[in-house]
């Protein structure tokens, strides 16, 4: 196959199509990138040109079964368990507590989203810890949702199955207590994956349920551009319940982001995590963000 690169006009064509679906701002800059990732796409289906490609996504029929591989190949999907220790302490020693004690009283039932969660390691880390830090935690209703665009990452995620990389930096005494190694994998255990499902989902649109206490929006707003970031923190806030948490990563992008000051419509708390007050709703909230 010809290791062409894309041309400057079908590059623009697959930079808009990116950003229309997905919201991911592809500058020209990436047009190498999108080069090297669109290959193995090629090679995939045996189409010998990326002009033949390109050919193809002028066929509606061609884009809707594509798009699901394409968005794969253009997202970008580093992530490994327990990623930034800092966070998973917050959220253990400080965080948790508090949600424990007030969901302890009604209906003990807890739930959590990992947005934009890749191959998953992100929400089973959360199920291993609400597993460490709940005693009673079989007394609980937990659910873990992990979600993202990439249909690939997703059916990585469903299988559980990890390799070194990802386990590379959890302690070993968890590397045993929550995984089994089969084949020189890691696959972590049931009593983990059953707390966890994973869905497709698109940040640009609502979530289709709500009220979670706790969300996860890392590493993702820095592939948007101003108004896709806008747009997605309110679609995530919408889902956070009133008292609940949302983190939104390790350098806060909404803090240092002069262009997104005033788009969160939740109450600034430790580094990177925000809370819904308890007598806000989720409605109230995008209705002072549309105001605001
Ligand atoms: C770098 S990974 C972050 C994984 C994990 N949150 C972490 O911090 O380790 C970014 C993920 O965002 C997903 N993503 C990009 N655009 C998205 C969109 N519009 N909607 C949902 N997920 C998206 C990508 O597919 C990718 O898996």
Redesign the pocket.
Known sequence: MDLQMLTPDEFARFASLVYD????HLPPSKSGLLSNRLRQRLRALKIASFGEYYKRFTNAAFVEEELPYF??AV??????FF??AQLWNTLGEKILPGILERNGRTARTLKVW??????G??AYTVGILLLERIPDAARWTISVVG????QK?LDRARTGLYNDYAVSRTTPARVSRWFDKVDGQYRVKDEVRKLVRFQF????ERFPSGGFDFV?????LM??DAE?KRK?IANVCEAVAPGGWLYV?DVDPIRTSSELVGCMPLQPSFPGFYQRALSTSAADSRKELVRG
């Open positions: 679906r997905a919201g991911i968005l794969s997202t970008t999907n580093e992530t490994y990623r930034n990992s947005a934009a969660s890749s191959s390691e992100e979600s993202d665009i990439s990452v989902h698109n940040l640009r996860l929006l890392r590493n993702v592939y948007f896709m997605t990563g």
